[in-house]
């Protein structure tokens, strides 16, 4: 079994940064695509940032200059760096990784973290 673990989130101040991070582990051949998304509540839940396997990366236009997608291939590692943090974007963020695990690949979610951007 493969689990993604997020760790980070918490309150911030308008203008400040917070980095995540999400952890996979178990029985794991690759990782491949790692992407972050949020939801606040009443809303849907929405891409934040991805990732490719080739390393190309997509970011929303609400984060586009403000967060940074990035990972540690060796330690299975996938990062958020978020700078100049709005109250909107306020949420709980969520890692999705797809996952091989020597038989096959499929999409795997983290719990979420909490982030709050409030002074």
């Known amino acids: 079994q493969v689990q993604l673990v997020e760790s980070g989130g918490g309150l911030v101040q308008p203008g400040g940064s917070l980095t995540l991070s999400c952890a996979a582990s178990?029985?794991?051949?690759?990782?491949?695509?790692m992407a972050w998304y949020r939801q606040a509540p009443g809303n849907q839940r929405e891409l934040v940032a991805s990732?490719?396997?080739?390393?190309?990366?997509n970011y929303a236009d609400s984060v586009k200059g403000r967060f940074t997608i990035s990972r540690d291939y060796a330690k299975n590692m996938g990062y958020l760096q978020m700078n100049n943090l709005k109250p909107e974007d306020t949420a709980v963020y969520y890692c999705?990784?797809?996952?091989?695990?020597?038989?096959?690949?499929?999409?795997?979610w983290g719990q979420g973290t909490q982030v709050t951007v409030s002074s």
């Open positions: 178990g029985n794991i051949f690759s990782v491949y695509a």
């Open positions: 990732l490719s396997a080739s390393g190309s990366t």
């Open positions: 999705n990784a797809e996952v091989s695990d020597y038989l096959s690949s499929d999409f795997y």
